[in-house]
């Protein structure tokens, strides 16, 4: 049975000293990505909120970013460096009539050349991209939740990059307009392969980066939610816990997603300029695990 969180996830100025050091947006907008490990269990929930800690004006007051889970615990699992390991099949001989574990592909299909190694057009966390599927492969779509979209604040030079789900929100999903066949949403080459949906704020279709398709078939690659509090939760490597994984500080050393480390700070790229308000109350987050402030 699971113990009470000691304090209260909805108060920015209580839960702080229960969470990590936050990331520093380029603007200089904190963003707490999810309380320390000891307390996720116990604590996390599936929302984010986002507003000032004070009333506007103060001279206190500040904007952050409170996510109420850590999206990044299993971000090691995206990047490249954790897949070119022998000790998971890569570079593995399959000889005559073997085959490659998770997205290992054979290199020849003569069997004294053959290895396994990673598919040229499969991509991981950082690394650039042209569509969803490069990212979401047999490598990370049980383990990470990720998407292919702009890492740019600029929609004429987006400069597309896998990136973890939740900060797929560099570009203002109004920025531009996409086009499909579905009436109210569709999967769209203007999106890089994410959802094209209609808005009801403008009749209008746009990019939802962080949307998943709300119908999976079976025999596609689905997306799992880096929000273990989720019922469709990504799943911890090689059967280890998931509460007992945290590699959050590993993904941001290797840059994953846009974070990184500079001078001791951790630095976000981040979404363009947002109105600023009171503080807003805390959403919950659907299965793909992306919400928003009400």
Known sequence: MAAECPFNTWSTEESLPYRDEPVLSFDGDKIYTGFKNEYAADCETCGYSSGQTGMPGDADSEWVRMSGYNFAWNAEVGTREFWEDSSKGWNHKPGWWGSCSYGYERSSYWPPRAKCQIPSDTKFLTESCNKKSQCVTDFTAKYVD?????????????????????????????????????????????????????????????????????????????????????????????????????????GIAVGAAGLFSAAGVFTLRKVSAKKREAPSKMVELGAGGTGGTV
């Open 146 to 250: 990720v998407t292919c979209a702009p890492s740019n604040n600029d929609i004429n030079d987006p400069q597309y990059k896998c990136m973890l789900d939740e900060l797929a929100d560099v570009v203002s999903p109004y920025a531009s307009t996409c086009s499909c066949l579905g009436f109210i949403w569709c999967e769209s080459s203007d999106c890089a392969g994410n959802q094209c949906v209609l808005s009801t704020m403008d009749m209008e279709k746009h990019c939802k980066y962080q949307d998943e398709d709300p119908i999976t078939l079976p025999w596609s690659t689905g997306s799992c939610s880096n929000c273990r509090a989720s019922d469709d939760s990504c799943e911890a490597f090689d059967g280890a816990t998931k509460y007992g994984t945290d590699s959050s500080r590993v």
